[in-house]
């Protein structure tokens, strides 16, 4: 998380607390949906995902 956005973390070497995302674009609508990024990562207030969703809709479309 930088400022008020979420960072994907494909290596999984990025200090800090962080939250698992399915590859399915679905689950990362319904996790924005439910607020569980604030809630998993304990800040108040929404956050950017756009850095995330580019990620997981490339994983999704295997490019």
Do not use: I, N, Q, Y
Request: glycine share 12%; net charge positive.
């Amino acid at each position: 998380m930088t400022g008020e956005g979420l960072v994907a973390d494909e290596r999984r070497r990025l200090p800090g607390r962080g939250a698992w995302v399915h590859r399915d674009p679905a689950c990362l609508v319904k996790a924005e949906r439910k607020r569980a990024f604030p809630r998993a990562l304990r800040v108040s207030g929404p956050l950017d995902t756009s850095a995330v969703r580019g990620v997981v809709e490339r994983l999704a479309t295997g490019v």
